[in-house]
């Protein structure tokens, strides 16, 4: 881990925390993944190797701790109290971009935002109570890509490959920066579909239910909300109630 030489705790702190990739594997972790293939499935275009070397540097920091698995196969990786103490640091760094950062093109990879969804985001309650298989269908810098969400039994998980139960509902993203910005709260769903930004066939019923297995748009909306009227009452002087 390299060093800026300085004792300033934001240059010790940035040692941690700023090397490429390391702000990307804690949020995972933090969002409660424990296995090496987990942290890895929310960061696409990270190579093993290099998650191998973070994953170590981090432990070395005393921000992680590194467990044996209890059969052996494979490590389980969770926060230490100086890692979960990152959270609001995270927090206010995605508040910041979510503010003051423009989603573009290159932001908007569909695997990311379904990563996230079903990792962090999945609204449980309203999932319905039998099996049902969604299929998304997009393309990303040129590499056409397939993913399923199965649910089953109260919860879901995504697959990379046709679990062979039937399609429900087949999702085709033909814009990622639409997805992405519905994902983020910045438009509704009827707007992405009107957009033809995202197209779903299959039954009204599960259409209609799709956008509200998600419960990021919603936090997204209700933040946004938030810092207008925190804006408006800075502008006008008068005190937030």
């Known amino acids: 881990m390299r060093t800026y030489g300085q004792y300033c705790p934001v240059a010790r702190g940035a040692e941690v925390f700023a090397e490429r990739w390391t702000p990307i594997v ?27 070397r973070r994953l170590r540097e981090l432990e070395h920091a005393g921000v992680i701790e590194i467990h044996l698995k209890p059969d052996g196969r494979g490590s389980i990786y969770e926060p230490t109290a100086a890692g979960r103490a990152l959270q609001p640091v995270l927090t206010a760094l995605g508040v910041w971009g979510d503010q003051w950062m423009d989603v573009r093109p290159e932001h908007s990879d569909p695997g990311v935002a379904l990563w996230s969804w079903c990792q962090v985001y999945l609204y449980r309650e309203r999932l319905p109570d039998r099996r049902v298989v969604v299929r998304f269908e997009f393309e990303y810098r040129g590499r056409p890509d397939k993913t399923w969400l199965l649910i089953e039994r109260g919860d879901a998980e995504l697959c990379a490959f046709d679990p062979r139960f039937g399609d429900d509902l087949v999702v085709t993203i033909n814009d990622p920066l639409t997805f992405a910005r519905w994902h983020l709260g910045h438009i509704d769903w009827a707007s992405a579909l009107r957009s033809g930004g995202v197209t779903v066939t299959g039954p009204r019923d599960l259409r209609r239910a799709l956008p509200t297995w998600n419960r990021r748009p919603e936090i997204g909306l209700q933040l946004r909300g938030a810092r207008s009227r925190a804006s408006s009452h800075a502008a006008t002087g008068v005190p937030a109630l």
């Not at 972790?29 to 191998?52: E, H, K, M, Q, V």
């Open 26 to 52: 804690m949020r995972n972790i933090l969002y409660g993944c424990r296995t090496f293939n987990d942290i890895a499935a929310g960061a696409p275009g990270l190579s093993r190797a290099l998650l191998i």
